[in-house]
């Protein structure tokens, strides 16, 4: 299946966004003087699933958007969001079990594709959304 | 010990009661899906800014599930430990 350019697009102004907020962590986790290999590896895993995350929900998107029966596409993402949620069972709980992970630097990340969300709103210029609905 | 097995039991109960937030984002991701499906049936040309649109709004409604997530875990594996030390 061909990845669909609006797909790759976001995914990467996610990733850029969940590596800009992944380094403000770090930089606090250092401030603090709570800076090991544990917070380091903990960081990569909480970011890396929360990129995952994105790009798997966009595959999803993408091939529910191009189904003809709504009924289908509705229970594509679903079973999709149930097997996602799933896999960050497993993440989260690696994250809290195994030593070489610091729990917060895992658990952190996932909220900041939300956040990253909430920053290209404030970026995106206001002539765009009005050109958009007149159509033109 | 019934101390301990009172915190626990009710973080338990409390993790499963945060999960609650789970199934809100399956239900109204499933709904805007359904609706994209809709608008590109009738303006396919329109397909790239609907899929572009719904990817965002799909993942903004999914954060209120990881919070709920996150909640549940904090409450399985912080929470009873911070409670049972000071016991």
Redesign the interface.
Known sequence: MKI????K??TGH?ALGVAALTAVMLAIFWIFGAMDASVLWGALLGSGYAVLN?FL??IT??K??G?????K??????FS??LR?LA??GV??LG?VLSCFH?AAV?IP??F??VT?LM?GFRKPKGKEGK?EDGT | MLEKAIILGCSAIGAGLAMIAGIGPGIGEGYAVGKACEAIGRQPESKGDVTSTMLLGCAVAETTGIYGFIVALLLMFVTPNMFIGKL
């Open positions: 669909s350019a609006a797909v697009k976001e996610i994105f929900l966009g998107v993408q529910a958007a189904m003809e029966k709504e009924g596409a509705k229970s594509l993402i679903q969001y149930s949620m960050l069972f989260a709980v809290f729990w658990i996932m909220i594709p939300r969300i290209m958009a």
